[in-house]
């Protein structure tokens, strides 16, 4: 049976982690050390390398190799060729114990976690306890679990994993060292994507990928599993109809088309190709947010172009000179327009016709004001 592309390409030491260099080397710095903290604490969005980066920690502190060569010790990563290693990767490994705490979150499931605890590692130096959503956990397990992350045993490594870091009680913080995970910029993805597809002999267009890697919203897993998802269907070559088919995303050129009909104020081909992307069945919901920010990232280039830069690692250069020329066509009306569009999105959200918000805004701003 094949390896799921998520699996096949997860990253083996720190230097892969995709898009969190800083994090990669204060781990690597402290694995080269031997200086591993007892509890960490990794906040960030879903997709970002939270759970990766713990397994890292895991093979890393129990990695063999690294405990007979010294000299491969100081680089900080493991060998992934020793068993331990092997063992941890497999999933098989009974001194790397993952909880999910949204299925396990009571304080009966602490209570078994904090005998675990006591015990000595079967055949690993470390033990090594990772916990996913942890802001899942209840006030009561959270203050079962505070004690152990006070004082945990020599051969005890605690991580714990996090979507929603503001959830997390003071007195957890406080005991562990924390790292935010960023979302991976859509650059990153689609350069990473682009290896992938050509390791995996796939024929897809640079439009699709594009796309991909922006249905995605910084999450490189939710990526990994879209391109698994297109290379299960069998398509001989995949284009950017394929992959809209699929997430029911409109593309980014649609999206830059539309909003340039919108900003020279073509009222009549803006509604017909509403009209259009409603037949085809897109979430309509969905586009509008597209469109929003595409339109927010048009009228800051416009009145600050210096922010150029911070766009290169969300656009493609093709789709950056786009945005450029579409920042020429801007108007002080069009803010009261991009206005009007997220008073659409709020009302859409809620609406069994949702292009209905979306066609007044338009007709209000454009029709009216004209």
Do not use: W
């Not at 007892?38 to 190799?65: M, V």
């Not at 680089?75 to 331990?84: D, F, K, S, Y």
């Not at 020329?325 to 999105?345: C, N």
């Amino acid at each position: 049976m094949a390896l799921a592309i998520y699996r096949k390409y997860r990253p083996r030491i720190f230097e892969d982690l995709l898009g969190q260099e800083l994090i990669s080397q204060i781990l690597k710095n402290a694995a080269s050390q031997n200086k591993f903290s007892h509890a960490y604490l990794f906040s960030g969005p879903r997709g970002s390398g939270k759970t990766t980066a713990a397994r890292l920690i895991s093979k890393t502190a129990n990695c063999r190799t690294r405990q007979t060569d010294a000299a491969f010790a100081k680089l900080g990563e493991p060998c992934n060729h020793c068993a331990a290693c092997a063992e941890i990767d497999r999933g098989q490994a009974l001194d790397v114990v993952e909880i999910d705490a949204a299925s396990n979150r009571g304080i009966d499931e602490i209570r078994n976690l904090k005998e675990s605890v006591r015990l000595s590692p079967t055949s690993f130096p470390k033990k090594i306890f990772i916990i996913d959503e942890c802001h899942m956990l209840t006030k009561e397990a959270f203050n079962a679990l505070l004690k152990t992350l006070e004082e945990p045993p020599e051969h005890v490594i605690f991580i714990l994993a996090t979507t929603e870091f503001e959830k997390i009680p003071a007195t957890i913080v406080s005991r562990t060292q924390q790292f935010h995970f960023k979302k991976i910029p859509l650059m990153r993805i689609f350069d990473k994507l682009k290896k992938i597809a050509k390791s995996e002999k796939m024929e897809i267009s640079t439009g699709a990928l594009e796309l991909i890697a922006a249905s995605a919203e910084g999450s490189f897993r939710d990526a990994e599993s879209l391109l698994d998802q297109l290379l299960s269907f069998g398509y001989q070559k995949i284009g950017v109809d394929e992959v809209e088919g699929m997430v029911g995303k409109v593309a980014f050129s649609k999206t830059a088309s539309f909003a340039e009909s919108l900003l020279i104020g073509q009222i009549d081909k803006t509604l017909k190709e509403l009209a259009e992307i409603e037949d085809d069945g897109y979430n309509l919901v969905q586009f509008n947010k597209d469109l929003i920010h595409y339109l927010r990232k048009v009228l800051v280039l416009k009145f600050e172009p210096s922010l150029e830069k911070a766009f290169k690692d969300e656009l493609t250069p093709e789709a950056l000179e786009r945005l450029k020329s579409h920042a020429q066509l801007i108007k002080e009306k069009h803010l009261e327009l991009l206005k009007a569009l997220i008073g659409a999105y709020g009302q859409m959200r809620y609406s069994q016709f949702p292009i209905i918000p979306l066609e007044v805004a338009i007709i209000e701003s454009l029709k009216i004001k004209n």
